[in-house]
């Protein structure tokens, strides 16, 4: 089970870094992402990372902003997240699998609580 954290309020501009750690279960050899979402809005894909090659996808929204990687000795994936904006304002979910492409939700099995994300304006 993915467990987040790293969620909290931060201003316009300002900049966040989301952990994702592995608890009870190796995901070394799984496709990682991220997903948010916010409320009335369905859960979208935000960023993913291969298990083998570690190649990286990004949203449109986040390209350019967000940078995802993963530590296999520890088990954990991250987001650095900068210039935030109020539209980034979000629960995020870390989520773990086998299958692809690692833009879709229905590639992940296991998934975590979430940790929410505020961008104020």
């Known amino acids: 089970q993915p467990v987040e954290s790293g969620g909290g309020r931060v201003e316009n501009g300002g900049s966040r870094r989301l952990s994702c750690v592995a608890s009870?279960?190796?995901?070394?050899?799984?496709?990682m992402g991220w997903f948010r979402q916010s409320p009335g809005k369905e859960r979208e894909f935000v960023a993913g990372?291969?298990?083998?090659?570690?190649?990286?996808f990004y949203a449109d929204s986040v390209k350019d902003r967000f940078i995802l990687s993963r530590d296999n000795e520890k088990n954990a994936l991250y987001l650095q997240m900068i210039d935030l904006k109020p539209e980034d304002t979000a629960v995020y979910y870390c989520?773990?699998?086998?299958?692809?492409?690692?833009?879709?939700?229905?590639?992940?099995?296991?998934w975590g609580q979430g940790t929410q994300v505020t961008v104020s304006s």
């Open positions: 989520a773990a699998g086998s299958q692809f492409p690692v833009t879709s939700l229905a590639a992940y099995e296991y």
């Open positions: 009870g279960h190796s995901f070394k050899t799984f496709n």
């Open positions: 990372i291969t298990w083998l090659s570690r190649k990286t």
